[in-house]
């Protein structure tokens, strides 16, 4: 084959794979066009970005789902969700955040109840050491729980610290120089503290 003969198959080679291509180009620009026109449609519709996944009757399911004790982590497992979703749906929907906010307090009431189910459970069974055990160990992480959710209703009580003042008054009996006593005062400046009367 003569050298000229190759150059033209080569020439011919690389105009093929131009024309590929640019017709490469076209369609993508193409594409482009079309997403871009469907995207100022969308805007004039007021519609942004991908279309969310919440109903109000997820919303429903998940909010019982919840005050009935279970954890949102189970329920997206369930489901095939993310979490993310979730926390998602309440940054967008004040609403959902607000029945939320009441499905976990529920859930703190739930949980008390079945720490209740539990330890009647295990007296009723005869309650071997193991038994018990467990038994301890679910209802403490359910008490934690709910201490967390609802500390007023369900966590600890602690008894208020109280705030005193106290005044030392310390008399010592000194020698003076001609051989009679004196008696030093020494009794510290206290301040009165919050929510508590000066003293006159």
């Not at 429903?60 to 789902?65: G, V």
């Not at 208020?160 to 310390?170: C, D, E, L, R, Y």
């Not at 006593?181 to 009367?197: K, M, Q, S």
């Amino acid at each position: 084959m003569s050298e000229g003969r190759r150059e033209e198959k080569r020439r011919a080679a690389r105009e093929r794979k131009n024309a590929i291509e640019q017709q490469e180009l076209s369609i993508e620009r193409e594409r482009e066009q079309e997403a871009f026109k469907a995207l100022q449609e969308s805007r004039k519709k007021g519609i942004m970005g991908r279309p969310s996944s919440y109903t109000d009757e997820r919303a429903d399911e998940l909010c019982t789902w919840i005050a009935t004790g279970n954890s949102l982590r189970s329920f997206c497992k369930i489901h095939g969700m993310e979490a993310q979703t979730v926390y998602r749906w309440m940054r967008e929907r004040p609403d959902f955040q607000q029945r939320y906010a009441r499905a976990h307090e529920d859930r703190a009431d739930s949980l008390a109840d079945e720490m209740c189910d539990i330890a009647d459970e295990v007296a009723a069974n005869g309650g071997s050491i193991e038994a018990v055990q467990a038994a301890r160990l679910r209802i403490d992480t359910r008490k934690w729980i709910a201490a967390k959710l609802r500390p007023g209703r369900w966590g600890e009580v602690q008894a208020p610290k109280a705030q005193t003042a106290v005044t030392f008054k310390i008399g010592l009996p000194l020698m003076d120089r001609g051989g009679g006593g004196i008696t030093i005062d020494a009794t510290p400046a206290v301040e009165a503290l919050p929510n508590e009367p000066e003293a006159a």
